[in-house]
């Protein structure tokens, strides 16, 4: 991979500068005063925060991001609360293409992933007594419990967007240890949740202490954001730093030479 980063030709490497400075000019001038900026081609999430007139970085993390047929969105959007031992509320998708056919072959499937069946009004449903094999889609909500497998782990941060995705902890800790992390199904999972916490919560009495009590506590816990963050999800595959440093990551998601032919590049 190394050979191959060195072998690219300059006239390249200046397009994919001029691509991702006009994706810059798609975002706003002022990204706010305090905000977390998630690069996905980069697959790390900041914090960043003006201070005495200039921007600093206060907190670093890396994220796992959207597998290439489940790509990561672009957007910005405002995070208003976070969510101390979520719940995980299956997406219609993932139910009913993942664990109904999971369900057809072993109704108590469900179980073991700590997960309910759910009617629309909240009512438990007994997996064992429905009839799976009729089923073409899952008419029932799928909720899985808090707890250590849960699949948004220990903390979620939420920005509510049309794309329905989010920032949150994870159970499969192993995966940030890799420098390709694109492995989930849109949402990004992130390394260190109970720091960024510390990090958004400082001021509302909010400390990493109190913020690991209330996870071993197992109980839910929604807090809400006396400031809310702007939070800017990007794609940039190309950068320079303030020292002058020039960054570039691979295209995983292949939108550089979409981006290039619309430009007439």
């Known amino acids: 991979s190394t050979l191959k980063a060195i072998q690219v030709p300059v006239e390249k490497r200046i397009e994919q500068m001029v691509l991702n400075l006009e994706r810059r000019r798609w975002m706003k001038d002022d990204l706010g005063n305090r905000y977390v900026f998630v690069n996905q081609a980069d697959q790390v999430l900041k914090v960043v925060e003006e201070e005495n007139g200039k921007e600093k970085t206060v907190h670093t993390a890396r994220v796992v991001v959207g597998k290439p047929y489940h790509r990561t969105p672009v957007f910005s959007n405002t995070m208003k609360y976070i969510v101390i031992n979520p719940y995980w509320n299956v997406p219609s998708s993932i139910a009913n293409n993942e664990y109904l056919p999971k369900l057809r072959r072993n109704p108590g499937a469900l179980a073991r992933e700590n997960i309910r069946l759910l009617t629309a009004s909240g009512k438990r449903v007994n997996p064992l007594s429905v009839n799976w094999s009729a089923i073409k889609r899952i008419p029932y909500r799928l909720r899985q419990d808090t707890g250590a497998r849960n699949a948004l782990g220990r903390i979620k941060f939420m920005f509510p967007n049309k794309f329905n995705v989010y920032i949150h902890d994870t159970p499969s800790k192993s995966l940030f240890a890799r420098e390709s992390r694109y492995f989930s199904h849109g949402c990004m999972r992130l390394q260190y949740p109970d720091q960024l916490a510390t990090v958004l919560l400082a001021g509302q009495g909010w400390t990493n202490k109190r913020i690991n009590n209330q996870i071993a506590s197992g109980k839910r816990r929604i807090v809400n954001l006396k400031k809310h963050i702007p939070v800017h ?33």
């Open 233 to 265: 999800v990007t794609y940039l595959t190309a950068w320079a730093n303030k020292d002058g440093t020039v960054h570039f990551r691979d295209d995983i998601y292949g939108r550089d030479k979409i981006l290039a032919k619309a430009m007439g590049l």
